[in-house]
């Protein structure tokens, strides 16, 4: 469940801030894969979105959202030929960590008639994808500038560490090419933003929409800002202390919380999720916290991507009224 005032009051303050910084929005669609949240975002102010899968940007062009940065290696011919395809109807950028991947990505230029934008993508800390030095990320820069069909658009990373901004300075100052973009991401850090400009000149952040109990924990929000719950049932009260819901890690999903638990019931703040199993929660009742059979509570989910992608639609709320439903458009959009 949306609750819809929370939401835009969300995506607002958010949009607000970066306007006040001169700083581009770009949100991450992956956590809520919602054309109807994209909307928002974009007449807000936003200036195009992210999107961690061809499927997920498939699904935003398909509805018209035409301004797309697709935030992950594309390897594959079945994938480049996908993304030929989307260039041929929309404006699309993409990242990349290694030299042998321009040509195939020059391959699926070519083949659309248009140029692509490519960002290289830089590790700063997280140990993932993106190159480790700055020196290599300026070489990168310099062989997708002589690329034929492609354009270097810039450095992107996620998500901010102490370290990010000195990697990041030091790549543009090596760089024998101009840099028009740095692109940095990830929720925790959004409100730091200010300390990072003008280096950086665009932000993407997905969780900020909604919130969740990861991004409390990490300091951002607070449950009266969250905006997603998963309504759930007490079909079990086994024990005094003990009550099990109807959502499991289909519901859910399977994060464990900085606390070890599974998710906030709302109704009974003192209580946690101590275990999932597919279809149950595990709820060990605390303080004066009680429940009866049949109830229905409200579950501030861990982690709201994954959660949101195990459910078909988003119900809107406003005022504790339903007022809409939304699709998940791209729920289990993973290619």
Known sequence: MVDVDRLDRNLRRWQEECDRLGLANRPHIKTHKSVEIARRQLELGALGLTCQKLGEAETMIDAGLDDVLIAFNLVGDRKLERLAGLMRRATVRVTFDDPALLPGL????????????????????????????????????????RTGGLRFDGFLTYPVFAESRSFLEEAVELADVDVPTVSVGGTPTMWHAEELRPLVTEYRAG?????????????VGSLDEVALTVRATVVSRPAPDR?????????????????????????????AIVKLDEEHAYLRLGG????????????????????VNLH??????????VVDRWRVDARGKIT
């Open 106 to 145: 020059a391959g699926a230029a070519r083949a659309a008639g248009e140029e692509l934008g490519v960002l290289v993508d830089c590790d700063t800390g997280l140990g993932r994808t993106g190159v480790t030095e700055p020196a290599r990320a300026a070489t990168l820069a310099a062989e997708a500038s």
């Open 207 to 219: 969780v900020y929409a909604f919130g969740d109990l990861n991004t409390i924990a990490a300091g």
């Open 243 to 271: 009550a099990v819901l109807d959502a499991g890690t289909k519901a859910l999903a399977a994060d464990r919380g900085r606390d070890g638990g599974f998710g906030h019931v709302v109704e009974v703040p003192s209580s």
């Open 288 to 307: 004066d916290d009680s429940l009866r059979l049949g109830q229905t509570v409200s579950v501030v989910p861990n982690h709201a991507c994954p959660a």
């Open 312 to 321: 078909d639609d988003l119900v809107a709320v406003q005022a504790g009224e």
